[in-house]
């Protein structure tokens, strides 16, 4: 074992030690007290997924103590939700799928603005962008059951919430955390906010690194990963009704893949928001919203800096830039006492340049290729139907013109729709919610699938349309929480990708589902459990579908009392039988049969004062060697052959402490 393993469990058991060997009282969190022994309720640890509240929507707090530690970006965060996979690139960067289904087809939307990466490899997903814990919620919407968040949500939509609580007083709140851990991993984050009734500055630093961590076998993989990030945010609040807000969001970040012929050695990126929000206009308009947003990323990959060229190929660089910039409008009506409304219109224009390939690449101009211009309106509504009863519903449409500039000239344009309805229903003797919708959303294709061909081969790609029914129940009572979702997707003119080169319109259908439940044995035992599935079928080769993960659950029991908390978390993942080799989508594409494998992982928290909390725990305590099904191909990296899948980290032992007041 390495002697930075042996170091960090003896941390985590002496911390285990003197949370069993404390015998507090009682007394509510925060609540100060001069008494030694001072007692302060823990906050919950996740062990597994949060549960669905409503019908279609799971919402989780990133700065809560979680089991297994996530990645210290987004897509690795939404992995421990059920439904989500990630593709793994290397040690941050992952790229996440809901229900088998990523990319474009899953909007994922930063404090409300559209930050879409660079690379035409992905290496800079949307996620990698967001540090999870300087976000106050993160909220996913499955399936085309939403129109507010952009169009194409085929999959559905993330929403990454970054909320300033106003001040009654003046003020200073401070929240921070450290973590250390496995190979060299360390996140801090330092969130400070200033204010009183009449505004507020917010500063947000965070930092993450890690080096190249070891499989379950002690091979060496490529993953280290070097990540900053200031935000900076002034609000001014003249009124309890109204808010103007400004943000500038600024981050640099490097990392080496062990998938990939290239390193990302640039990874930097602006972004500028202006948020104005006024609420109770008048007995019809309950609040306005007005944001308009403008980021940059620029990012260059190379196979020198981190790495030594090898084969024929010799000394290879690139570099490309996106600038976005959007604006949204939307406004919430309360049209009677038992109905309300959203109205709304939004903007998008995105601009993707490149610069020739070699070493000396800062001399070369930046030359556009692909321009999108997107233009939405969009309205849903609720009706309370009763005391037991609602039905909603809502309608988009989007216009979008896209322009290739080189190295072929084309222009295409797309006008596609998005429609939902869905009824709700709360039982009246019993604590339970049962709903059935229908949503149907169009997607166009994307700059990756529009430069997948040579000329404009792919570039005039028909649009997806997915319509799908998506059910299920929700049950909340006393000892046992639980939630049921399933889906039957129909999805025409589906955009699939074969090979480094080919991208065509087929015929696809998937279905599935979601479970969870949550059941309290005692006043301080919980068990947990989850499930997730999704079949996919291309129903014009007859085949399965590609990249679609396997069956997947967790089992997890909490133990929680007073300053402690403890949990034990099984992950098991089914072997996966159905692919379709050399087939997928901008993100991955098959390479054969998966094994399955299960996890174990534990950890434990302890608040020795009101404010501090103190976490450590131990992730695949059996050291166990696995990859997931949807991991990308490796390749040959100093001398070190190439493996089928990129393989997961072993034993992983960290530390986590958090400071709020």
């Known amino acids: 074992m390495k002697k930075s393993h042996k170091r960090l469990i003896a941390c985590l058991l002496l911390l285990s030690a003197t949370a069993v060997a404390n015998q507090p009282g009682v007394l509510a969190a925060g609540e100060e007290t ?32 979680r089991l297994p530690i996530p990645s210290a970006d987004g897509g690795g965060y939404l992995k421990s939700i059920p439904g989500f996979s990630v593709v793994r690139q290397g040690g941050t960067g992952s790229d996440p799928l809901l229900r088998g289904l990523g990319g474009t087809r899953l909007n994922v939307l930063l404090d409300g603005t559209a930050q879409l990466g ?20 993160i909220t996913v919407l499955k399936g085309p059951e939403s129109v507010l968040y952009g169009g194409g949500n085929v999959a559905g939509t993330v929403l990454f919430e970054r909320d300033t ?13 450290i973590l250390a851990g496995s190979a060299g991993r360390n996140d801090e984050l330092l969130d400070v906010t200033a204010g009183d009734t009449s505004g507020y500055v917010r500063i947000i630093k965070t930092r993450s690194h890690a080096d190249d961590y070891e499989d379950g076998d002690g ?32 981050s640099t970040a490097e990392a080496a893949y062990g998938g990939r012929s290239m390193d990302g050695t640039k990874f930097d990126q602006q972004n500028y928001s202006f948020t104005y929000e006024k609420k109770h206009l008048s007995p019809l308009v309950s609040s306005l919203e007005f944001k308009v947003y403008h980021n940059y990323v620029d990012h260059v990959m190379d196979n ?32 009677s006492p038992a109905t309300e409304a959203n109205v709304g219109f939004d903007y998008q224009k995105n601009e993707h340049t490149k610069r020739g390939m070699g070493t000396e690449y800062k001399s070369f101009p930046r030359k556009p290729d692909l321009n999108f211009t997107n233009y939405g309106v969009f309205g849903d509504i609720k009706r309370t139907l009763d005391s037991h009863n609602r039905l909603l519903g809502g309608l988009r449409a989007d216009s979008l013109e896209v322009k290739k500039l080189s190295p072929a000239t084309a222009e295409d344009n797309n006008h596609t729709y998005g429609a939902f309805l869905r009824y ?20 166009p294709a994307d ?23 998506d059910t299920g129940i929700i049950y909340s009572s006393g000892k046992l929480r639980a939630s049921l979702s399933a889906f039957y997707s129909n999805i025409d003119d589906f955009i699939l990708i074969t090979g480094s080169s080919s991208a065509s319109n087929i015929d696809a259908t998937l279905y599935g589902g ?59 993942v089914q072997a996966q039988t159905r692919y379709d080799v050399g087939s997928g989508s901008e993100i991955g594409l098959d390479i054969g049969r998966s094994s399955g494998f299960g996890i174990l992982s534990a950890s434990v928290a302890y608040r020795p004062a009101a404010h501090i909390v103190v976490a450590a725990g131990v992730d695949n305590i059996f050291d166990k060697n696995y990859a997931e099904f949807v991991s990308r191909a490796g390749v040959a990296v100093d001398g070190i052959p190439a493996t089928i899948r990129i393989n997961e980290p072993g034993r992983t032992v960290w530390v986590k402490t958090s400071y709020n007041f």
């Open 34 to 65: 001069d008494k030694a022994d001072a007692v302060f309720i823990l906050d919950e640890i996740v062990v597994t997924a949060p549960r669905g509240t409503e019908p279609l929507v799971v919402e989780t707090d990133p700065q809560a103590p």
């Open 118 to 137: 660079g690379c035409p490899s992905r290496m800079d997903p949307t996620t990698s962008y967001a540090f999870p814990e300087s976000f106050s919620k």
């Open 165 to 177: 609580a106003p001040f009654e007083k003046p003020a200073v709140r401070v929240n921070s955390s």
């Open 219 to 250: 091979n060496t993989v490529r993953s280290f990963y070097t990540r900053q990030s200031l935000t900076g945010i002034v609000g001014l609040t003249p009124d309890p009704n109204t808010l103007y807000e400004f943000a500038v969001d600024t």
């Open 304 to 335: 020198f800096t981190f790495r030594t060229p090898s084969g024929m190929m010799g000394a290879m660089v690139s570099n490309v830039d996106r600038t976005t910039t959007g604006g949204r409008l939307v406004a919430k009506l309360s049209l």
């Open 424 to 443: 709700e229903h709360d039982y009246a003797h019993a604590p339970l919610t049962s709903y059935v919708g229908v949503g149907h959303a169009q997607r």
């Open 447 to 469: 700059y990756w699938e529009r430069t997948k061909g040579a000329s404009n081969s792919t570039f005039f790609l028909n649009p997806e349309k997915n319509t799908q029914l």
């Open 514 to 572: 979601e479970a969870d439940v949550s059941y309290s044995l005692s006043g301080h035992w919980t068990a947990t459990a989850t499930l997730a599935y999704v079949r996919g079928t291309n129903d014009t080769g007859n085949k399965p579908l590609a990249q679609i993960p396997p069956l997947e659950g967790t089992i997890g029991l909490k133990y929680n009392k007073e300053k402690v908390e403890a949990g034990l978390l099984w992950r098991g």
